[in-house]
């Protein structure tokens, strides 16, 4: 799947906002999952599992868990769609 960095955002944004029952628009690229209210370890599992359903990849634990916000999730999700020349 080809997707923009844009698309990317706006797809992980749908999803962290449905996940933790927020108003859309409420989410930015920048917004620090860490420190929105009740977002707890399983709810960004959860979030984490629907993006890799959603873009048909699978991404690295160590990849996602160092990041923090909207933006950083579309680009550890855009590395993972980006094929593997070997």
Do not use: Y
Not at 3 to 28: M, R, W
Not at 37 to 49: P, T, Y
């Amino acid at each position: 799947m080809s997707a923009t960095h844009e698309q990317i955002v706006a797809v992980v944004t749908d999803i962290v906002t449905g996940e933790l029952g927020l108003a859309t628009g409420s989410v930015t690229p920048s917004t620090d999952l860490r420190s929105i209210e009740g977002a707890d370890s399983v709810k960004v599992l959860r979030m984490i599992s629907r993006i890799e359903q959603r873009f048909d990849v699978e991404l690295e634990d160590e990849d996602v868990f160092g990041v923090s916000s909207v933006h950083d999730i579309a680009l550890v999700v855009a590395k993972a769609l980006i094929p593997d020349p070997s």
